[in-house]
């Protein structure tokens, strides 16, 4: 619970953001990097109720904005995987969306071995595409969310970058892009 509480903290304090591709996070024990994609932006701040961060369209405001990027950490309990989690979520949101359709069928990211992923379709109200990677404690969560399918299927290849180009490593062990593992 500290370390979350540390994570949290670090996230909400973090520097705005310098003009590049991927936007890089240090913290207590944990580096990260994430795709920032062209014409988005990343916020640490704004909403660290629902998320660490998120990632939406420049000058939109994530109350208003059509399409969010929401990531988090999920402490990872004893003995849930990836698995038990995404189905104890997809029971929360259909107890919140009882009239939840088939899932949507999300073409294109079969080459993103290290996410699992599940969709949402809450008819009339939203569309949500969820990735989980499993890192040492955490869960990291990015969730892809839209009341308009439109703006959802434009917002996947932005989906995609801040996945492509997510990294984590220990904070004492950087590894570039280039150097082997």
């Known amino acids: ?3 979350q509480a540390l994570l949290i903290s670090w996230l909400a304090l973090w520097l705005p953001l310098q003009e590049s591709s991927t936007v890089r996070f240090h913290g207590p024990g944990i580096e990260f990097e994430v795709g920032r994609p062209e014409g988005w932006r990343v916020d640490g701040r704004a909403a660290p109720q629902l998320a660490h961060f998120l990632i939406l369209p420049e000058g939109e405001n994530w109350r208003r ?9 999920v402490p990872i309990e004893a003995g849930k995987g990836v698995n038990t989690f ?18 949507l069928q999300e073409a294109g990211f079969d080459n993103l071995k290290d996410f699992t992923f599940q969709s949402y379709h809450c008819p009339g109200v939203r569309h949500e595409l969820m990735a989980v990677q499993e890192i040492p404690r955490y869960f990291i969560v990015f969730l892809l969310t839209s009341p ?24 004492s062990g950087y590894r570039s892009r280039s150097q082997p593992e």
Do not use: G, H
């Open 148 to 171: 308009n399918r439109s703006a959802f299927d434009e917002s996947l290849p932005s989906y995609r970058k801040v996945l492509e180009d997510f990294r984590w490593w220990p904070s």
């Open 1 to 3: 619970m500290r370390m």
């Open 86 to 103: 995404l189905t104890e979520d997809r029971e929360k949101f259909e107890a919140e969306c009882p009239f939840a359709d088939e899932p």
């Open 65 to 73: 904005s059509d399409r969010v990027i929401y990531a988090r950490f």
